[in-house]
């Protein structure tokens, strides 16, 4: 008998499990009743070797699912890769083509989730709540450097107007604020509700608040470079809830110390999989680029929690068993944006 042949097809491998991907997968499954073993390490190739008889494995944003990985992973059994999120940039979705692998992902789990997290970005660093709260527990009721701007009649520019752009557009457009996209399709529904699509370059030239909703891949890595924040008003506010590769860091901590970027908040970091969803509270962080960022007074890091709210966590689970449950049966799923391979 071969390895193949003893493969459990019930059995969901998971990596990258936190408390709460337990708790939601564990609580959603009683009406799958799939098996579960979760691994708290990133699948890598190092850690392939960790799955034991299952033929689906459960990914999140920082797995690494490269051709070394999937190989290993058709050599085991694996048949089905399910993301248990939106993005797919650590996917070489090539090579599971032609290890003839499944992959499928949670296309709109909550866009509410990361566009309301990108407007708590944009409110926290403009009306600096975060200083306040500390200084008033110290009593120190002074408001000298609390300075803020009103966000009404502001323009806020979009990269990305997809299930999360298209949610932030309708919070900037409820605060009164001018709101312009820059997309690869315009959505005409959105300037019907008054959002106005412009060129990359006039989003640059015009915006006071760029807030970033494209994916990462080949045409937009990068697209916050030297270049662009050439191009950018003077204190602009940048900020990325989509991927850390959007933004190349050196160019903006550049930015940041020339005083051209006065705002930025991330809730992704180029070199995030090192750090995110840890706590590294006793370590000595080795990556410079991130200890220079935290270091500036006008930017907010957040670790990757956009997405963590309890109605995205329900879905997650409840998409991930549907897509995996639908490929077991039918070897399709429904929705066609939900099947990358
Ligand atoms: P989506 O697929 O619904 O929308 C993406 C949009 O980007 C589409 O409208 C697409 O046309 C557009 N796009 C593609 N290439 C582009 C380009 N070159 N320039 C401009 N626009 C381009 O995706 P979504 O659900 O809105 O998610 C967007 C991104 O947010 C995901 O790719 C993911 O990386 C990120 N995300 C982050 C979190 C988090 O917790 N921080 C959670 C979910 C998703």
Redesign the pocket.
């Known amino acids: 008998m071969s390895l193949k042949d003893t493969v459990n097809t019930n059995k969901i491998a998971f990596f990258s499990t936190q408390p709460y991907d337990k708790t939601f997968f564990n609580k959603y499954n009683d009406v799958f009743g799939f098996e579960l073993d979760f691994f708290e390490t990133q699948l890598n190739p190092q850690t392939v070797i960790l799955i034991e008889n299952a033929s689906i494995v459960c990914v999140f944003?920082n797995d690494i699912i490269n051709e070394s990985v999937l190989k290993q992973l058709a050599e085991k059994g694996v048949k089905i890769i399910a993301l248990r999120?939106?993005?797919f940039?650590n996917v070489d979705l090539d090579a599971a083509k032609k290890y003839n692998l499944k992959v499928c992902r949670v296309?709109?789990?909550s866009?509410q989730?990361?566009a309301e997290?990108a407007m708590a970005m944009i409110l926290t660093l403009n009306r600096k709540t975060h200083k306040a709260y500390n200084r008033v527990r110290e009593q120190n009721f002074s408001l000298n450097g609390l300075l803020g701007f009103d966000l009404f009649g502001k323009t806020i520019g979009i990269?990305?107007?997809?299930?999360?752009?298209?949610a932030f557009a309708k919070i900037a457009l409820g605060f009164g604020c001018k709101v312009l996209a820059?997309?690869?399709?315009t959505?005409t529904e959105m300037e019907k509700d008054g959002v106005q699509f412009v060129s990359?370059e006039e989003i640059f030239k015009t915006s006071d608040i760029i807030s970033l909703?494209?994916?990462?891949?080949d045409?937009?890595k990068h697209?916050i470079n030297k270049e662009s924040i050439a191009l950018m008003k003077e204190s602009v506010m940048l900020i990325n809830?989509?991927?850390g590769g959007l933004i190349e860091t050196a160019a903006v901590i550049e930015g940041l110390k020339e005083g051209k970027i006065g705002y930025l908040g991330i809730?992704?970091y180029e070199q995030e999989e090192k750090l995110f969803f840890r706590d590294l509270s006793a370590d000595i962080i080795q990556d410079d680029a991130i200890q220079r960022l935290m270091s500036f007074p006008n930017v907010l890091v957040t670790a990757?929690?956009?997405?963590?709210t309890n109605e995205a966590l329900t879905q997650i689970a409840l998409v991930t068993f549907n897509n995996i449950k639908s490929l077991l049966t039918d070897n399709d799923i429904e929705n066609k944006?939900a099947l990358l391979v």
């Open positions: 944003v999120c939106a993005g940039n296309p709109a789990y866009p989730a990361v997290h990269i990305g107007t997809g299930n999360i752009g298209k820059y997309d690869i399709v959505n990359l909703h494209c994916p990462l891949n045409q937009t697209v809830t989509s991927r809730d992704v990757h929690q956009a997405f963590f944006t």
